[in-house]
């Protein structure tokens, strides 16, 4: 029987965009080098996205040679309040379905900043009418510590818990990001119904008994519950 429904960030809870921001409009806007800013996503990225580097210490190695002008934080702040938008169809459906007795998580590779950005914006309680940008409206800076201070400040947390790559050590690409997350909910495989759009992804969820399903539309959740 199901007992929880596990959400992708990007591409299911956050709109899925034409294009990759750094890497595409970006290097186009700011006629930065896309061979070094995929290289970097391909490797320096994705060791952040496993909690093993700081990106911002990363990123101050590359910044002046992608012809950025100001400093980390500026380019984060521009990244992150420019590359996420939630979908406010999806967050109602998940308001009803926990409203249905199941609980509902985020299961997203992401590393700690943007986690952190991702938690505040989601919790944000005006982000359909006056969303946050290019800083929260209520005056609390863009980053704070981590994102359990940002769960912890928060009036309501719109999931039961949060699965970030840089807290598991793992990508959804790998059996062990999933094998986190049956640990720490105690919940069996077949407890669970999974979307995400990345079939990698999926494919890794399905081969641990997980109920995984690629996502296309609001249409796949209302037929969940």
């Not at 034409?18 to 990225?45: H, M, T, W």
């Not at 002046?64 to 992150?80: C, I, K, Q």
């Not at 359990?148 to 793992?170: C, H, I, P, T």
């Amino acid at each position: 029987m199901t007992k929880a429904i596990l959400f992708d960030a990007d591409g299911v809870v956050l709109k899925k965009y034409k294009e990759y921001f750094v890497s595409q409009y970006f290097a186009r806007e700011y006629k930065a080098p896309s061979d070094e800013i995929n290289a970097f996503f391909a490797k320096d990225f994705r060791t952040c996205q496993r909690g093993k580097l700081d990106l911002k210490e990363e990123l101050a190695k590359y910044l002046s040679r992608w012809n950025w002008p100001n400093g980390v934080d500026a380019f984060l702040e521009y990244w992150f309040t420019t590359d996420a938008t939630i979908d406010a169809e999806v967050m109602n459906e998940v308001e009803k379905i926990r409203g249905n007795g199941f609980k509902c998580y985020l299961a997203s590779d992401q590393e700690k900043y943007r986690a952190e950005y991702i938690v505040k914006l989601l919790n944000y309680k005006n982000y359909e009418t006056d969303p946050p940008s290019p800083r929260l409206r209520d005056g609390s800076p863009l980053f704070e510590s981590s994102p359990q201070v940002a769960r912890d400040r928060a009036e309501e947390n719109k999931f039961d818990r949060f699965f970030f790559s840089y807290e598991l050590g793992y990508m959804k690409s790998e059996p062990e990001y999933f094998a986190g997350i049956l640990k720490i909910t105690g919940l069996q495989p077949e407890e669970f119904i999974y979307f995400d759009d990345d079939q990698k992804n999926i494919d890794v969820a399905n081969s641990l008994g997980i109920n995984a399903h690629f996502y296309t539309s609001i249409d796949d959740l209302k037929k969940s519950y």
